[in-house]
C-alpha cells in the first residue's frame, strides 16, 4: 500500500510501510518461496523453471545477481534467492516497446518512480529522444550510431566526452568499449567501482601492489578465524552463507563488525540442506562488535596495537622477510588509546578483548569487507588498518587467511582487469599501443565524482553508458540531475528503463542490448562470454533464453559498430571481425593482459582458470618496494554534533542497487515502503520521535550547505547508538557530492551527518 505522492525526483514522497521486529536467521525455505513468487509473476512457469536451473551451471549463464564464486563441486543448482530475483528481473516477459514511448511523455515518465520504471519490461527496440521533443521515438540502429558519432565528432577535445560502465559488462564487451574511448583519444572511463570498491583497490595496490581480494573459496573454508566487517551478506551475497556455514563446519570462528544486527550474519537455515529448510539453521556470528559507523579505522587500529603488546603474537619472520614500514606502525600504534576507541567505536573494552583473544588464537584469518568499509571519508586509510593486521599476523598468502573484499556487480572486477579505468598504468597503455597500433591517450581521465562535475561546468558535453543508472546511483542527486541535463547528448546501452532515461541530455538515446540469460548469436554463430568473480577467477558465461526482442545487439556487437561509425578508416582495429566471432576479442585479451595467455583454450575447460595474484600465489607483493607495506594513517573517525545522528545508506533485500524488486526488506521486518529511517529507540525517544512517527532527513555539510529528503518513517531498530539507516537510492540528495574518501574519491554514502525535523504522517 503505497500513499504515493509523486515528487520531481519520480519517488513517491512518502508511504505507509508496516513494521515488524527485524529476523534472526536468512533464507530457509521462505526465500525460496519469495523467489519463486517473483519468478513465476515475471516470467512464468515454464520460463522460471528452464532458466533457473542454468544459473551459474558450467554449461550455462553467470548469474547476474553478485561476483561471489561459484564452488567448483556442487553439482545441483546453487539456490539463491536474490540471485534468483535477479534472473526473474532480466528474464522478464514484461516489455517497452515504441508504442509504449509513443503513450508516455518523457515529462510524465520523470514522474514515475525507479521502481515503476523497472517493472515496464525490457526495452525491445532503439529510441531517441530528440531536442527539444517530449516523446522518444523509435530509430533504427544506423540512425543511432549516426546521431553518437556526429556529437563525437563535433567535440573540441575527446576529453568532452565520457564512457561509464556499470560492473555486469562482459570482459569482451568492456576490453572493446576502453579500446574504443582510448583510439577516440580519452581516458575518461569512469565506472560503477567508483562508488564501490574503488577504497579497496586503492589501499590494496598501495599495501600489497594488488588492488583486489588475496583469497580463494578453499581459503575461506580453510580459515580458523573469518571477519565479517561492513557487509551484509544475507542480502548482497547470499551464496558467501554457504562458504560461511562451511567453514563453520570446519571450526572456524566468525566475527561480525556492524552496526547493524543483520539476520543473515546471526543463523542461516542453508536451502540445500534439510536441516536448513526445516530446522533453525547454523549460527554464523560468534562475536558481533556492533560498532559505531565509521569506528572501523580505530577498532582495527587498537587491535593492531594490542598485537603488538602481545608475546609471540606478531610474525616477525614474515614481517622481516616481507614488509616494511613496520616501524611507523609500531610509532602510532604507541599513541593510540582505549578511550579514543571505545568512543569512536561505542564498543565495550571486554568485547574488543574477546575479539583480541580470537585474534591471537589463529593464523589463519581471512577478513571480508564491502561498502561499510569503502564509502566512508577515511575509507582507504580504514582498509589499510585491516590489512596491517593481516600482515601483523602473516595472514597474507597463506592457506586460509587473507584480505577478501567482497565484490558487487557480477564482472566489476573483470572491467577493472580490462582496463576500464580512469587512471591506467603505462604498462597497461604500452601494451595496448603494441597490439593495435595506435597513440593511447596518456593523460588520466575522469572518475564518476569528476565527470559529474565536468558535465556540471559544461566541460563534458556527451555521456555514455554501458549499463548502470548513472542518474539515480551517484551522489547529490539534484545536482547530478541538473549536471546531465546540461549535456549535449546522453546515450543508455540498458536493458531495462530507469531514472538516467528520463533525466537526459538536450538530446538521448537508449541502446536495448541483450542481457546475460540471452543466446548471443553472430555471423560465425552461437558466442560465449567471459566474467571475473571476486576471488579472480574466469569462467564462461552463456544465455539460453531467445533475447527479448529481435532488435536487441549484444553489448560487443553496439560497441564494434559505434567504434567503425566513430574512427571510420582512422581505426585499423578489425571491429567487424571482433563483432563476428568473440574469441578474437579473446586472443587479443590475451596478449595484451598478463594472466591471460591462452585465453581461448583455458577459457574452455570447465570452471575456467584462476588469475594470478602474486602475494595470495608466491609471497611476491610488486609494490613500489616490492614489499608489503605497513602504513599508519591517523585515526579518524566521523564527529557527530549534539542532537544530529550519522546516517548509513543502504540496500534493502529487495533490490538490486538502483533496481527495485519490491517494496519489502523482509530481514529487517518491514513490509510495503521504502522510506524508512532506521534509528536506535533511546536516540529516537531523545530525539521526541515515536516508532512510526515521520520525520524529514537534512544533511548538514561543512560548506553550510544543506540537502533535505521528507517523509520517513522512523522505525525503532537495534542499531547502534547515535547511527541511522536509510536506503539508496532514495537517500542520494542527501549525499554531497564533495564528501568523498580520501584517496578513492569514493562518495561517502555511508557516513552523512544528519538532524532529523518531524514531518506530517
Ligand atoms: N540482492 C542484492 N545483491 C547485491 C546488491 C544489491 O543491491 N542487491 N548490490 C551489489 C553491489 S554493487 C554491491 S557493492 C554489494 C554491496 O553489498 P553490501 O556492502 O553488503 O551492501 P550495503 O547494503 O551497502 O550494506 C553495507 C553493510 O555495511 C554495514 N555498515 C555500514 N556502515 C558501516 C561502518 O561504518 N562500519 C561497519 N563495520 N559496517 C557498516 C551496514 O550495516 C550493512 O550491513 O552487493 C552486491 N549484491
Ligand atoms: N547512497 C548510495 N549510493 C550508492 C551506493 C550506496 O551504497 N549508497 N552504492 C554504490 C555502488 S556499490 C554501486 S556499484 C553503484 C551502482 O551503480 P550502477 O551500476 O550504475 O547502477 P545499477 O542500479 O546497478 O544499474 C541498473 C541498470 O543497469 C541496466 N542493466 C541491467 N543489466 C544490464 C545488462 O546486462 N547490460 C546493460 N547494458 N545494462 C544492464 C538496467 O537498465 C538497470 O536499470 O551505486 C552506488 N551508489
Ligand atoms: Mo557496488
Known amino acids: 500500500m503505497t500513499r504515493a505522492t509523486p515528487s520531481s ?20 525455505l521462505p526465500a525460496i518461496g519469495h523467489a519463486l513468487r517473483m519468478a513465476h509473476r515475471e516470467m512464468g512457469v515454464k520460463r522460471s523453471a528452464l ?28 539456490f539463491c534467492e536474490n540471485g534468483a530475483k535477479a534472473v526473474a528481473e532480466e528474464a522478464t516477459r514484461a516489455r517497452v516497446t515504441p508504442a509504449f514511448f509513443a503513450r508516455h511523455t518523457i515529462a510524465k515518465l520523470a514522474e514515475r518512480s525507479g521502481y515503476w520504471l523497472g517493472k ?15 516523446h522518444y521515438q523509435p530509430v533504427s540502429w544506423t540512425q543511432a550510431f549516426g546521431i553518437i558519432a556526429d556529437e563525437l565528432r563535433a567535440l573540441d577535445s575527446p576529453d568532452e566526452a565520457v564512457f561509464y560502465t556499470s560492473g555486469r559488462t562482459s570482459n569482451e564487451a568492456a576490453f572493446l568499449y576502453q579500446l574504443f574511448a582510448r583510439e577516440f583519444g580519452t581516458n575518461n572511463l569512469p565506472d560503477c567501482s567508483n562508488m564501490c570498491h574503488e577504497s579497496s583497490g586503492t589501499a590494496l595496490t598501495e599495501t600489497l601492489g594488488v588492488g583486489k581480494g588475496s583469497v ?25 552463507l554457504t562458504a560461511l556455514e562451511k567453514a563453520k563446519q570446519g571450526g572456524a ?14 543463523r542461516f537455515r542453508n536451502p540445500q540442506t534439510p536441516r536448513g529448510l526445516a530446522g533453525t539453521g547454523t549460527p554464523l556470528t560468534d562475536l558481533f562488535l556492533q560498532i559505531r559507523i565509521g569506528g572501523d579505522q580505530a577498532l582495527f587500529r587498537l587491535l593492531n596495537k594490542l598485537v603488538l603488546e602481545s608475546p609471540g603474537a606478531v610474525d616477525q ?12 606502525l609500531v610509532k602510532a600504534a604507541a599513541e593510540t588509546g582505549w578511550e579514543e576507541t571505545l568512543t569512536a567505536t561505542g564498543l565495550e573494552r571486554s568485547r574488543i578483548e574477546e575479539a583480541l583473544r580470537m585474534v591471537l588464537e589463529s593464523r589463519r584469518i581471512v577478513v571480508c569487507w564491502a561498502m561499510g568499509l569503502t564509502q566512508h571519508k577515511h575509507a582507504v586509510a580504514t582498509i589499510r588498518e585491516v590489512v596491517n593486521l593481516l600482515l601483523l599476523r602473516g595472514a597474507i598468502g597463506r592457506p586460509g587467511a587473507g584480505v577478501c573484499p567482497v565484490r558487487g556487480h557480477s564482472n566489476v572486477q573483470g572491467d577493472r582487469t580490462m582496463g576500464i579505468v580512469e587512471r591506467p598504468t603505462p604498462g597497461f597503455l604500452d601494451a595496448l599501443e603494441s597490439e593495435f597500433g595506435f597513440a593511447p591517450p596518456r593523460e588520466h581521465g575522469l572518475d564518476t565524482v569528476e565527470s559529474i562535475r565536468a558535465l556540471r561546468d559544461g566541460r563534458a558535453q556527451v555521456f555514455f553508458a554501458m549499463g548502470g543508472n548513472f542518474v539515480a546511483a551517484s551522489p547529490d542527486t539534484r545536482v547530478t540531475e541538473d549536471a546531465m541535463r546540461r549535456a549535449r547528448l546522453t546515450v543508455h546501452v540498458s536493458t531495462k528503463l530507469n531514472r538516467s532515461h528520463v533525466v537526459t541530455g538536450s538530446r538521448a538515446l537508449i541502446l536495448p542490448t541483450l542481457g546475460r540469460t540471452e543466446r548471443d548469436v553472430q555471423a560465425t554463430g552461437e558466442q560465449f562470454v567471459t566474467v571475473e568473480d571476486s576471488m579472480g577467477m574466469v569462467h564462461a558465461s552463456r544465455g539460453t533464453l531467445e533475447p527479448a526482442g529481435e532488435h536487441l545487439l549484444s553489448e560487443t556487437a553496439i560497441v564494434a559498430r559505434l567504434a567503425r561509425r566513430v574512427l571510420g578508416t582512422a581505426s585499423t582495429t578489425p571491429w567487424e571481425d571482433f563483432e ?24 574452455a575447460r570447465p570452471g575456467g582458470f584462476t588469475l594470478p595474484h602474486a602475494p595470495r600465489d608466491d609471497r611476491r607483493f610488486p609494490t613500489a618496494t616490492g614489499k608489503a607495506r605497513f602504513t599508519a594513517a591517523p585515526v579518524e573517525h566521523p564527529h557527530v554534533p549534539e542532537g544530529r545522528l550519522l546516517l548509513q545508506t543502504l540496500r534493502s533485500h529487495d533490490q538490486y542497487n538502483t533496481t527495485i524488486y ?100
Open 662 to 761: 519490491g517494496l519489502d526488506d523482509r530481514y529487517r521486518g518491514i513490509k510495503d515502503g521504502r522510506r524508512v529511517v532506521l534509528v536506535h529507540p533511546d536516540d529516537a525517544t531523545a530525539l521526541g520521535l515515536a516508532d512510526g512517527a515521520y520525520a524529514d532527513l537534512t544533511s548538514e555539510w561543512h560548506d553550510g550547505t544543506e540537502r533535505t529528503a521528507p517523509g520517513f518513517r522512523v522505525v525503532h531498530y537495534p542499531t547502534a547508538r547515535g547511527c541511522a539507516a536509510a536506503y539508496y537510492p532514495e537517500t542520494n540528495v542527501l549525499v554531497p557530492l564533495d564528501a568523498t574518501a580520501d584517496g578513492s574519491n569514493t562518495p561517502a554514502s555511508k557516513s552523512i551527518v544528519i538532524r532529523l525535523t518531524p514531518a506530517r504522517g
Open 216 to 240: 580463494l573459496l578453499e581459503d575461506l573454508h580453510q580459515a580458523e578465524l573469518i571477519i565479517v566487517a561492513g557487509q551484509n551478506p544475507g542480502t548482497n551475497h547470499p551464496r558467501m
Open 580 to 603: 563476428r566471432d568473440y574469441s578474437l576479442v579473446r586472443d587479443r585479451i590475451a596478449r595484451v593482459i598478463p594472466g591471460f595467455e591462452d585465453f581461448n583454450t583455458r577459457i
Open 51 to 78: 532458466t533457473l536451473l542454468r544459473v551459474n551451471q558450467k554449461d550455462g549463464f553467470d548469474c547476474p545477481g553478485c561476483a561471489w564464486p561459484e564452488d567448483e563441486r556442487r553439482h545441483a543448482a546453487e
Open 120 to 134: 515496464q519490461g525490457r526495452i525491445t527496440q532503439p529510441v531517441y529522444l530528440a531536442k527539444g521533443a517530449d
Open 253 to 266: 570462528r566468525i566475527i561480525t563488525v556492524n552496526p547493524l544486527p543483520e539476520a543473515g550474519m546471526e
Open 317 to 328: 619472520e614474515f614481517v622481516d622477510t616481507h614488509t616494511d614500514g613496520y616501524e611507523d
Open 9 to 28: 525526483s519520480g519517488d513517491p514522497v512518502q508511504d505507509a510501510p508496516s513494521v515488524r521486529p527485524p529476523r534472526r536467521s536468512a533464507a530457509g
